[in-house]
């Protein structure tokens, strides 16, 4: 039935999901929804940002920045362990998150086999505590070959990041080691072949 309104596409479709899952979280500065769906467009899991099962969600603790970065579980984290818990593999998926990943949830998502990422946000996370200046995230992005699609996001909005290589900005000190993977070309940011 044709009501005249353009039909959303898939990435639009799930990226409002993670919208509405967003708003279980009860943290008052940073709500995140993240959704899981396999490469046949199926929601295989969803999570939001929040203390572990069975732990008040105490105002005090989401309220302290310190206090809330030691016990809140990331919504990627969540989503991941969600489907763990109830045997369900994302191998292949792709992961719809509100807000770009932290460098420990981009480590998560590269472990759970998931092979791209969606987000509508425009920004890092201004202080990601294991990653500040954003290169370890982007670099384990390339290497791993997780395919990126954030629109709003100056370093994703036409192509990647440039291949990590020690320079301004990455001191050899601080590249991760080589590996036969480390020459690979950057991961294009096109439409996967589910859509």
Not at 45 to 70: I, P, V, W
Not at 94 to 117: D, E, S, W
Not at 146 to 161: F, S
């Amino acid at each position: 039935m044709d009501n005249g309104e353009p039909v959303l596409d898939w990435d639009e479709y799930f990226v409002g999901i993670t919208e509405a899952v967003s708003r279980k979280s009860k943290d008052p500065n940073c709500p995140v929804g993240a959704v899981i769906v396999s490469q046949d467009h199926l929601v295989i899991s969803t999570g939001y940002n929040g203390m572990a099962r069975g732990l008040k969600d105490d105002r005090e603790t989401l309220s302290d920045k310190l206090k809330k970065l030691n016990w809140v579980v990331h919504a990627e984290h969540n989503a991941i362990l969600n489907a763990a818990r109830n045997g369900v593999s994302t191998h292949g998926c792709t992961l719809y998150v509100n807000k770009f990943p932290c460098f420990a949830c981009m480590m998560v998502i590269v472990q759970a086999g998931i092979v791209r990422l969606y987000t509508n946000d425009h920004e890092y996370w201004k202080h990601d505590p294991l990653d500040a200046a954003h290169e370890g995230k982007r670099y384990v992005q390339r290497v791993a070959k997780i395919e990126i699609v954030a629109p709003n996001h100056p370093d994703y909005r036409l192509e990647p990041p440039e291949l990590m290589k020690p320079g301004p900005g990455l001191s050899k000190a601080s590249s991760p080691p080589p590996s036969a993977d480390s020459t690979s070309a950057p991961v294009q940011n096109k439409p996967s072949a589910a859509q």
